[in-house]
């Protein structure tokens, strides 16, 4: 046999190897198929849980009325038109996705599940979570207005006894698959790959803003400063109340953002004083501290519900943004409609913390600004 016909057997052994392997990978997809309706959990355990209002909650992080106002709002942009493949209704595309997002268990093990590829299991979720972001956001996390953030001012004062603050701001690492050729980017101080979830919640510890995506190898504050909100206070942009008085007093104020230590010390944000034996400083610390456990339980409470966040998301970081997105949007959604709350999960924050503080230089402004505050609570607040 020459070489020509020697080349042309190996191409067609080739060709008919893989064809044999692609064609062992349908017939698993299809055995998949085949078996939803006997197997599927949207089949057999689905009707189940329509029945039993705290097994409903336990499965999908959410009661019935949560769950239907939600596939209410999206069903038009998930719906699927009937094809040669099974169809999957809006109702088990949204029960996909909450499994997900309340397990982060790998999308091979949801195929077993629900008796559905792996791949559409992704799109599935990917679609969904989309359709939920796109179609509540604005209404559950809307841009903050100026009488939203005299809301929250209140309700700081009321509940936290800490006067002209409009949220508290903190972050958190998500932990992420190794995006290729991505050097250290993603690599952070804890020795894992990661995208960085920074948020402001309100008294409630429900989230006012979020910004998701950048590399966890960045510190609080370096995402702080490239952060969109930052950009909206910096450029007069984000409909801040005007100064006025603390109560009690006649000096007008500004309103500000509390954060830790990892944040820089702004005219418009607080953070602690570093370590310091000073009685007034001390005060102030306990008080700020007090008062941002609010974002800290924001934090505790969405780990615990949505459990995605506790693993390695196998997912691009794009999906991986669109993911915790939505996860902080169902938390305020669900806050909303008073479902029971879990016990926040256990040092979820301090793992997390970066400082950097050569890099948090102040101005006098700020520094003063801080002072003011110590001042006052050191005479007005016990």
């Given at each position: ?109 949801l195929s077993f599940t629900f008796c559905i590829a792996h791949n559409t299991i992704g799109t599935i979720v990917y679609e969904t979570c989309e359709a939920i972001w796109k179609t509540l956001n604005e209404e559950f ?198 479902e029971p709350l879990p016990n926040p999960a256990k040092n979820t924050r301090a793992s997390d913390i970066n400082y950097n503080r050569a890099n948090n230089h102040s101005s006098h402004q700020a520094t003063d600004l ?13």
């Amino acid at each position: 046999m020459d070489s020509d016909s020697d080349s042309e057997v190996m191409l067609s052994t080739n060709f008919s190897l893989r064809y044999i392997l692609l064609r062992k990978r349908r017939n698993k997809t299809n055995d998949l198929w085949k078996h939803r309706k006997r197997n599927g959990q949207y089949y057999v355990l689905f009707p189940e849980l329509l029945k039993q209002e705290d097994k409903f909650f336990q499965y999908m992080r959410m009661s019935k009325k949560t769950f239907y106002f939600i596939l209410r709002k999206i069903e038009p942009f998930i719906a699927k038109l009937p094809t040669h493949t099974p169809y999957i209704s809006p109702e088990e595309r949204l029960m996909v996705t909450l499994r997900f997002l309340s397990t982060g268990l790998p999308f091979k093990s949801l195929s077993f599940t629900f008796c559905i590829a792996h791949n559409t299991i992704g799109t599935i979720v990917y679609e969904t979570c989309e359709a939920i972001w796109k179609t509540l956001n604005e209404e559950f996390i809307p841009f903050p207005t100026t009488s939203a953030f005299n809301k929250v001012e209140r309700e700081f004062l009321n509940k936290w006894k800490f006067p002209n603050c409009i949220g508290a701001i903190d972050g958190k690492h998500v932990r992420v698959k190794a995006p290729s050729k991505s050097g250290t980017q993603y690599f952070n101080y804890k020795k894992y790959f990661s995208l960085h979830l920074q948020a402001v919640a309100d008294a409630n510890s429900k989230f006012i803003a979020v910004d998701v995506g950048e590399y966890g190898s960045r510190c609080d504050s370096g995402v702080f400063k490239s952060s969109t909100l930052y950009q909206l206070i910096q450029s007069n942009r984000l409909n801040i109340p005007p100064p006025k008085p603390l109560p009690g007093t006649r000096q007008d104020v500004p309103h500000v953002l509390i954060g830790d230590q990892g944040y820089p010390l702004k005219t418009f944000l607080l953070r602690p004083y570093p370590d310091s034996e000073d009685p007034a400083k001390l005060h102030f610390n306990e008080l700020l501290s007090i008062a941002r456990r609010c974002v800290e339980c924001a934090f505790g409470i969405l780990v615990a519900k949505w459990r995605c966040l506790k693993t390695e998301l196998q997912v691009t970081p794009e999906h991986v943004t669109l993911i915790v997105q939505t996860t902080c949007l169902l938390h305020n959604i669900c806050m909303e409609f008073k479902e029971p709350l879990p016990n926040p999960a256990k040092n979820t924050r301090a793992s997390d913390i970066n400082y950097n503080r050569a890099n948090n230089h102040s101005s006098h402004q700020a520094t003063d600004l801080r002072d003011y505050f110590k001042n006052y609570f050191f005479h007005h607040i016990d």
